[in-house]
């Protein structure tokens, strides 16, 4: 079971380097993940003081309990990897983003990387990319017919 942030790629330009992270949540939310029913599209994560967390990650719960599906979430990092993260984030200027929501046995695990926010006009860049392609791939159908 995997949920994809298909918005990162679009507003960020993602570095190589990625960083595994488990979830602290409550019984609801895992089992509306391992339904699919979360959303991380407007997700972003932040360090705060020496712990990290998820913010803005739509995460239901199932069930009779009354938690905030948009609640912040801590993440479950070690010591030396918050702080090769905050360093490198300080010293390049770059976000953390959450990639996908995945499952690994029974827990719950979140893949970050680095990222560099991307300007307006490299966001209208791709769009013209992708709106060419698709054009070119479609002529090239037809003439197959």
Known sequence: MRIYNKKAGFKYQLTNEKVEAGLSLSGG???SIREKRADLSRAVVRIMGNEVYLINANIPTLGSQKISADRSRKLLLH?????SLATKMKQQKLTLVPIKLYTKGRLVKLELALGKTKARFEKKEAIKRKDIEREVAAQFKSKLR
């Open 29 to 31: 939310e895992a089992k």
């Open 79 to 83: 010591h030396s990897e918050i702080l």
